[in-house]
T-cell receptor, first 116, second 119 residues
Framework: DTEVTQTPKHLVMGMTNKKSLKCEQH?????MYWYKQKAKKPPELMFV???????INESVPSRFSPECPNSSLLNLHLHALQPEDSALYLC???????????????FGPGTRLLVL | AQKITQTQPGMFVQEKEAVTLDCTYD???????LFWYKQPSSGEMIFLIY??????QNATEGRYSLNFQKARKSANLVISASQLGDSAMYFC????????????????FGTGTRLTIIP
């Protein structure tokens, strides 16, 4: 089973709202990722968690706050977002086999976020 | 400089024909991995095929094969006998050796090719 689930599927929020995106995997993967994808563009890496520790933050604004409560769960907390943050947010996971270039990232279906 | 270049923004192909999606890459690493993903309009990125830089054989997965030409730094995806369900965005991606405390996690994507299969 290579399933990564994400909730919610769609989210509409105002600029003063606080919301959270949730990602879950039960494949025993130890690396989890958040990507942001604007329309007609490739995904852009935001954060990487390895063994529940933040290992990469691609200079993401602080209004995005990631959290990895355990090895199966990844959250993205959203606060005071801007309309330009509207995008598809994709979560992915991978085994985290150090030195393996064939390690595949498996993606969830994404959350379509609209900031008004 | 672009690390992954996909020069075909869009392609139209007749059903049942074979199609080749182009991908060239740029890296100074000797060790790297190349991936192809499919993204239907629903949004999910679906892993299709992987090629390692040291793999001597071209990768194949069912109707998908990867035409790997290392000297030319190209990793084209070939889809045989195309089907209507193949209509989607296709991304080429590369994993390089980015050394962090935990390993190599960064995946760089190309700009994608939108493939439309015509009945």
């Amino acid at each position: 089973d290579t399933e990564v689930t994400q909730t919610p599927k769609h989210l509409v929020m105002g600029m003063t709202n606080k919301k959270s995106l949730k990602c879950e995997q039960h494949m025993g993967h130890r690396a989890m990722y958040w990507y942001k994808q604007k329309a007609k563009k490739p995904p852009e890496l935001m954060f990487v968690y390895s063994y529940e520790k933040l290992s990469i933050n691609e200079s993401v604004p602080s209004r995005f706050s990631p959290e990895c409560p355990n090895s199966s769960l990844l959250n993205l907390h959203l606060h005071a977002l801007q309309p330009e943050d509207s995008a598809l947010y994709l979560c992915a996971s991978s085994q985290q086999d150090r030195g393996s270039f064939g390690e595949t990232q498996y993606f969830g279906p994404g959350t379509r976020l609209l900031v008004l | 400089a672009q690390k992954i270049t996909q020069t075909q923004p869009g392609m139209f192909v007749q059903e049942k024909e074979a199609v080749t999606l182009d991908c060239t890459y740029d890296t100074s690493d000797q060790s790297y991995g190349l991936f192809w993903y499919k993204q239907p309009s629903s949004g999910e990125m679906i892993f299709l095929i992987y090629q390692g830089s040291y793999d001597e054989q071209n990768a194949t997965e069912g109707r998908y094969s990867l035409n790997f030409q290392k000297a030319r730094k190209s990793a084209n995806l070939v889809i045989s006998a195309s089907q209507l369900g193949d209509s989607a965005m296709y991304f080429c991606a590369m994993r390089e050796a980015v050394y962090t405390n935990f390993g190599n996690e960064k995946l760089t994507f190309g700009t994608g090719t939108r493939l439309t299969i015509i009945p």
